[in-house]
């Protein structure tokens, strides 16, 4: 087998972000979303092994890279899976040390001014026409090191928008319109209707939830009112998880998001139910299906004609509204073949490299953008980012009343 670093002109732009920094990179393949950083966001990553229940919730860790003029410049600890080449970290005596990099507060939507880079797993790799959301959370949005300019600028925004009444706002989004779509007045080149965070920003609490509705609701990308309440219900399931998870961690994350996507073409998202459908057919009562968050929904049934779940097998307990971990596909300790666990998507070891695995990735919930995070002892749970999941778990539920 052969090793060899990447160059940085190996990287390709990455096109799916519906908001955040600018410079934000990926490889040929599109297994890996790279994008400028502060050593701070790499150690939050890092950190947040000791985190499980959170660390769920957040993208897979890959590593970093150094970004340099030279041919050294490589992908640490990621693998490309490419004809047989595969690429490694050298521990270079030339490799910057990001101890060294100037640290500075630096607010979102703009390009990082470093050398430095964090590699993730790209969570939509596995969809055709992946729908995006990016949803900032917090009334909130800077932390105690930034300056007061930031502070007063930032203040300023959330006071217009429905940052500080709801505690979120839209950052971004783009959802798929159909092949017909592609290249027309309006829409972008492969056939997404792109919402910038002028768009989030011009939504109020009256109006917040038709955002959700457009993002969700989209008949012209072949989706139908079925599968997107379908969706709806499983985002829902997650971002309670979340929920429950953050009420149990001492942490602060100023400037984070919440990334929803989802399979936008309509066609293939009804063959991957398809597939769901088959999948779990060949499951037995005493043989459970395989708890893969993202690949398929296989928690309590729920009643198809209300879009409600059927409470009385529900993971959630009616009684207090609170998720019972110990029945629940929330669990962090990590799935036997699913790649929401923190493990290389390209090892060779990595079941979701087996081309064996039968389930279509469908959806994905994640926390992104942890520049500004850090776990906070004695200060109890973050209620700036809760207050926003909140909201918009409650705004979810709205969507599916009739």
């Known amino acids: 087998m052969t090793h060899r670093p990447v160059r940085r002109s190996q990287l390709i732009d990455f096109k799916d972000a519906a908001a955040g920094h600018d410079g934000i990179l990926s490889d040929p393949n599109k297994l890996l979303f790279i994008k400028p950083c502060k050593p701070a966001e790499i150690e939050f990553y890092e950190s947040a092994t000791k985190h499980p229940k959170i660390q769920y919730y957040m993208s897979t860790f890959l590593g970093q890279v150094a970004f340099a003029q030279d041919v050294s410049d490589s992908v ?9 080449t595969h690429l490694v970290t050298p521990h270079s005596a030339n490799a910057q040390n990001p101890s060294t990099a100037a640290e500075s507060w630096t607010p979102s939507n703009r390009k990082i ?7 993730l797993e790209n969570v939509v790799a596995e969809l055709k026409q992946p729908n995006v959301l990016d949803v900032k959370l917090g009334s909130r949005l800077w932390a105690d090191d930034a300056p007061a300019a930031k502070r007063q600028r930032l203040d300023e925004v959330a006071a217009v928008t429905t940052s500080k009444p709801l505690g979120f706002r839209i950052a971004g989004m783009k959802t798929y319109m159909g092949p017909k779509s592609a290249g027309q ?19 109020n609490v009256d109006t917040v939830k038709e955002g959700f509705r457009k993002f969700f609701f989209v008949p012209n990308g072949g989706i139908t009112t079925k599968f997107s309440r379908r969706l709806i219900r499983r985002f829902l399931d997650d971002l309670r998880g979340l929920q429950e998870a953050l009420e149990n961690e001492e942490s602060r994350m100023y400037s984070s998001s919440l990334l929803l996507v989802y399979e936008g073409d309509g066609s293939q998202l009804q063959q991957d139910f398809q597939k769901e459908k088959e999948v779990l057919g060949r499951y037995h009562e005493s043989e459970p299906a395989p708890d893969l968050n993202g690949y398929l929904d296989h928690s309590a049934p729920r009643d198809e004609s209300n879009g409600h779940r059927d409470q009385s097998q529900s993971h959630h307990d009616p009684s207090n509204g609170h998720h019972d971990p110990s029945n629940s596909h929330h669990d962090p300790t990590p799935p036997s073949n699913g790649h929401t666990s923190q493990q290389d998507p390209t090892d060779e070891d990595s079941d979701l490299s087996d081309s064996e695995n039968p389930l279509p990735k469908v959806w994905a919930l ?34 599916l009343d009739p």
Do not use: C
Not at 113 to 118: E, P, Y
Not at 189 to 199: A, C, I, N
């Open 366 to 399: 994640k926390m992104i953008d942890f520049a500004h995070a850090e776990w906070t002892p004695g200060q109890g749970p973050d209620e700036n980012v809760l207050h926003g999941i909140r909201n918009v778990i409650e705004i979810l539920d709205a969507l």
């Open 76 to 84: 640490s600890t990621a693998l490309l899976r490419n004809a047989g």
């Open 185 to 203: 007045v309006g829409f972008d080149p492969r056939g997404f209707q792109v919402y910038d965070k002028e768009y989030g920003r011009s939504l």
């Open 113 to 119: 001014d470093s050398n430095l880079g964090i590699v």
